[in-house]
């Protein structure tokens, strides 16, 4: 249930910087999601198809770029990436002492529009 | 053509959300976002809480659930205000229902506000509500392990009450590695061991609350 509000806030942000840019039909959404955030891209693509019919954004693909979250060892220096579920000790040194940071940010980057079809002519945006 | 746009995707609920911390700070309503999974003891805390507090800070209380009533009628049995919502299958409250529900609260009559969320440990630490502080209930049955399944509450967290401390034993609950796993993505959160049933350590929390409240 969590990916349906979520892809409807994309499309929302999506459709508005569309009609900021003369009404163009968007052909893809440039999404950051963080490597900790509980989003399933799969999802975001099904919900974003059935939500986007009628609108600008119809047909758009998802691309999605994972944003690392990173561990570091505050005992041996030790970087590395982390994913759900984290571990509970340093892989290098095995120690407990790490503090992990990134992999949170949720953000639309970009769309990209077609400019040959500036008039949205049988789109409208939703409300 | 590409068009550079980076906005947050959640950004129409962030601002839902500021608007209602505006009504929250007008009313000088101290505001607790409470999230935990379903049956770690929001409900139970909540009214281990009310006893605790001093009589110059009046709770209301909004209910967060899928369906029916039940918490709110727990709540509502101890003469302390409040408004169910009922999210009709979403799994988490968002700011625009909480902005709804507060037109039905007495919020110049006053000073603390809990909104306990609906029970999940995913979807509510995404969605801003408008409150001062998220309060995260952990309790000793879902075992030690949470943090590093649900990095992402733990980390929202302003305060950690870890509650059914009395279980301690029967589940063999680690709580060094629970504390482990709360650090690793929020380092200097308070963690407060609590047992609603008994009463232990309510009073400690209800404390930090207090002094949170009168800092404000």
Do not use: M
């Given at each position: 249930m969590h990916e349906l509000p979520v892809t409807q806030g994309i499309l929302d942000v999506a459709l508005t910087a569309a009609q900021q840019a003369g009404g163009c039909r968007i052909t893809r959404i440039n999404l950051v999601i963080g490597e900790?955030?509980?989003?399933?891209d799969e999802s975001i693509q099904f919900y974003f198809d059935i939500l986007s019919r009628?609108?600008?954004?119809?047909?758009a693909c998802m691309a999605i770029q994972r944003e690392p979250a990173q561990a570091t060892c505050q005992d041996c220096g030790f970087q590395w990436n982390v994913s759900?579920?984290?571990?509970?000790?340093?892989?290098?040194?095995?120690?407990?002492r790490f503090q992990v940071t990134g992999g949170r940010t949720f953000y639309v980057e970009s769309i990209e529009v077609n400019d040959?079809?500036?008039?949205?002519?049988?789109y409208s945006e939703r409300e | 053509m590409k068009i550079p746009v980076v906005k947050d995707i959640l950004s129409a609920n962030d601002q839902v959300a500021a608007e209602n911390r505006t009504v929250f700070d007008a009313a000088n309503v101290f505001v607790a976002n409470v999230m935990a999974s379903p049956g770690a003891g929001k409900t139970s805390m909540i009214l281990a809480t009310a006893k605790h507090l001093p009589p110059e800070i009046r709770l209301g209380v909004i209910e967060g659930d899928v369906a029916s009533s039940i918490d709110a009628d727990a709540i509502a049995a101890h003469d302390i205000p409040v408004v169910q919502i009922n999210t009709?299958?979403?799994?988490h409250l968002d700011a625009p229902m909480i902005s709804k529900a507060?037109?039905?609260?007495?919020l110049t009559e006053i000073q603390l506000l809990f909104?306990?969320?609906?029970?999940?440990?995913?979807?509510?630490?995404?969605?801003?509500?408008?409150?001062?502080i998220a309060v995260v209930v952990a309790s000793v049955?879902?075992?030690?392990d949470k943090p590093y399944k649900y990095p992402g509450m733990f980390a929202s967290a302003d305060i950690v009450l870890l509650n059914k401390i009395d279980l301690i034993d029967v589940f063999e609950f680690d709580v060094l590695d629970f504390r482990r796993g709360v650090g690793l993505?929020?380092?200097?959160v308070p963690i407060f061991p609590i047992c609603c049933r008994t009463g232990e350590g309510v009073d400690a929390w209800t404390e930090w609350l207090v002094e949170h409240i009168h800092a404000d």
């Open positions: 900790l955030s509980s989003i399933v009628g609108t600008l954004a119809e047909g759900i579920p984290l571990v509970p000790s340093c892989p290098s040194c095995q120690g407990h040959e079809d500036s008039s949205g002519e049988g | 009709g299958g979403n799994c507060l037109t039905h609260l007495p909104i306990e969320n609906v029970g999940n440990l995913i979807c509510p630490a995404g969605f801003a509500l408008g409150a001062n049955p879902e075992g030690h993505v929020n380092p200097e």
